[in-house]
């Protein structure tokens, strides 16, 4: 028996029996990405398959974009049941696979594969994800809240948006460096968003902006739920992602990055006397909904829950 690697390659998937079959269990799903070490995936999944008494690994594959499609075919023939993925596979495996949810479809990614004899079915977790987390953290559904996205230009603010939007969410506000990124959103979403049975507010139901703090100031009174979905806030350096001043009491702040489990928006929205949470519980909940996907049935989110934090040290 050989110790499961890091990190396998695309050469390793190539030749799967020989580089894996002397496993205790059979490496039947992965996580694709370049890079890929950083990823938490395995020590998420291991633990529910072990709990759930599935006799399969999980383990990362470094899969370069030129390799992706040959990639995603040695799957089926290697037996796999489906593969995560990751930085920059969300794009090129949306238009690689055969089927797809339709939360996948509108965010144009999928983070999740499923294999199904010779079709690859796929979906994206990140934006139920997120719906679940919020609910966890803050005991609130999505559709009840007026919710703000900064970000929204990126794959995650796309997925947040994209989920925010298929709810029916009393109000989004997109918020983004480069802004014209955030009206293209708002413009594709802008028919999801209008909702016949809902009332007109105060505020425009879906409006697009800048990120820069008057802009931001402007929206604030009529908006419930801050959610960060740009990588500011992983070094202590960074920028303020909503300037302090602006955060209430009222306010519910959502930081998608979970590494410093404490960064700088959360004790800003901790000090303004706001309740706030980091993104280690999005991360959960994507891997237990990509779990059931793959499964068709519920998945052991304890065990999932332990792996990830023990994985955080
Ligand atoms: P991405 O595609 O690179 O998007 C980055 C977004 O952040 C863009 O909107 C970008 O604005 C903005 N941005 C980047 N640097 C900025 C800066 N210095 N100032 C202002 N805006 C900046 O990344 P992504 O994949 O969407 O991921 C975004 C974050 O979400 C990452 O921290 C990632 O780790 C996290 N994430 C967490 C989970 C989870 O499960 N918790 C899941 C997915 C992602 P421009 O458009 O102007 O460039």
Redesign the pocket.
């Known amino acids: 028996m050989s110790k499961v690697r890091d990190v396998y390659t695309f050469d390793d998937l190539k030749n799967w029996s020989g580089a894996t079959g002397d496993l205790d269990r059979p490496a039947r799903l992965s996580v694709f990405g370049d890079p890929v070490k950083h990823s938490r995936s395995p020590q998420m999944h291991n633990p529910a398959l072990e709990a759930a008494g599935i006799n399969c690994e999980y383990v990362r594959l470094h899969i370069q974009p030129d390799e992706l499609a040959e990639a995603l075919n040695l799957l089926k023939e290697n037996d796999f049941i489906g593969t995560n993925v990751t930085?920059p596979h969300?794009g090129g495996v949306h238009d690689a696979v055969d089927e797809m949810t339709e939360v996948a479809r509108r965010i144009g990614a999928v983070?999740t594969v499923a294999v199904d004899g010779d079709q690859l079915l796929g979906h994206n977790t990140?934006a139920p994800?997120?719906k679940k987390?919020i609910r966890e953290e803050f005991s609130m559904d999505l559709s009840d809240l007026r919710i703000m996205i900064?970000?929204?230009?990126?794959?995650?603010?796309?997925?947040a948006a994209v989920q925010c939007a298929m709810d029916h969410c009393e109000r989004l506000v997109l918020v983004?460096?480069?802004?014209e990124?955030?009206e293209a959103l708002a413009e594709e979403l802008h028919d999801l968003v209008t909702d016949p049975d809902k009332l007109e507010g105060p505020a425009d139901r879906l409006v697009a902006i800048p990120?820069e703090s008057e802009a931001m100031e402007r929206e604030m009174e009529n908006v419930d739920l801050i959610i960060?979905?740009?990588?500011?806030?992983?070094k202590r350096t960074?920028?303020e992602?909503v300037p302090a001043s602006l955060i209430e009491p009222h306010h519910l702040v959502y930081d998608?990055?979970?590494a410093p489990a404490r960064t700088r928006l959360i004790a800003d929205a901790e000090e303004a006397g706001a309740k706030a949470a980091?993104?280690?519980?999005?991360?959960?909940?994507?891997g237990v909904l990509a779990f059931e996907f793959w499964f068709d049935s519920a998945a052991p989110a304890e065990a999932m829950r332990k792996g990830l934090l023990e994985s955080l040290g």
Request: aromatic residues 6%; positive net charge.
């Open positions: 930085i969300k983070n990140d994800g997120l987390a900064v970000g929204a230009g990126g794959g995650a603010g796309k997925a983004n460096r480069t802004v990124k955030a990120w960060n979905a740009t990588s500011v806030g992983m960074d920028p992602v998608m990055v979970y980091n993104g280690l519980s999005m991360l959960l909940w994507q």
